[in-house]
T-cell receptor, first 113, second 115 residues
Framework: AQSVTQPDIHITVSEGASLELRCNYS??????LFWYVQSPGQGLQLLLK??????LVQGIKGFEAEFKRSQSSFNLRKPSVHWSDAAEYFC???????????FGTGTRLQVTL | GAVVSQHPSWVICKSGTSVKIECRSL??????MFWYRQFPKQSLMLMAT?????????EQGVEKDKFLINHASLTLSTLTVTSAHPEDSSFYIC???????????FGQGTRLTVV
């Protein structure tokens, strides 16, 4: 069965510092991978997605992610974090004919000034 | 991008009553919508897949008689929490599958509090 692991429950970074959020997946076929961001009490906003092609994917708000098949990873990065980036981040994989999204447990990002 | 509207954003109801939550795709047709439940500081748990014109497919452990799902049109799915109890209090989120982009767009969520 497919699964998504986000090893870091909580990460704190200083504003202006670089960020990397880890995501590992387990899926037999080529995965469709997503990163979402959720502000408190809100729904989810798509940051970026990977289906195929270039393994380095650019998203909104200056985020990027790199798909590494050999490591079954899809880590999210941002070179310089802003205070407004503080939120919960979810990695997800789209699986099955029913197009279900399986989510990781999320990583809460705190940004210190 | 495509917009999914969820209503209401928050609701408080008494134990034993029923609450209906609506999920609308505003600018696209969605044959498939999903309902999730999210507990505080936890991930999203898929409750059911809603298909237009057919019965919803519930995930294991989800009570279909308590969480009634109706997907009567290509732009509207509803989740009715029947005979609500305090343990049903949670954040419920819907998403609609935009097949043209193989992407699901999410509503803003509904905070349900049962007192």
């Amino acid at each position: 069965a497919q699964s998504v692991t986000q090893p870091d429950i909580h990460i704190t970074v200083s504003e202006g510092a670089s960020l990397e959020l880890r995501c590992n997946y387990s899926y037999g076929a080529t995965p469709y991978l997503f990163w979402y961001v959720q502000s408190p009490g809100q729904g989810l906003q798509l940051l970026l997605k990977y289906f195929s092609g270039d393994t380095l994917v650019q998203g909104i708000k200056g985020f990027e992610a790199e798909f590494k098949r050999s490591q079954s990873s899809f880590n999210l990065r941002k070179p310089s974090v802003h205070w407004s980036d503080a939120a919960e981040y979810f990695c997800a994989v789209l699986t099955g004919t029913a197009s279900k999204l399986t989510f990781g447990t999320g990583t809460r990002l705190q940004v210190t000034l | 991008g495509a917009v999914v509207s969820q209503h209401p954003s928050w609701v408080i109801c008494k134990s034993g009553t029923s609450v209906k939550i609506e999920c609308r795709s505003l600018d696209f047709q969605a044959t498939t919508m999903f309902w999730y439940r999210q507990f505080p500081k936890q991930s999203l748990m898929l409750m059911a897949t809603s298909n237009e014109g057919s019965k919803a497919t519930y995930e294991q452990g989800v009570e279909k008689d308590k969480f009634l799902i109706n997907h009567a049109s290509l732009t509207l799915s509803t989740l009715t929490v029947t005979s609500a109890h305090p343990e049903d209090s949670s954040f419920y989120i819907c998403s609609a599958l935009y097949q043209g982009a193989a992407e699901a767009f999410f509503g803003q969520g509904t905070r349900l509090t049962v007192v």
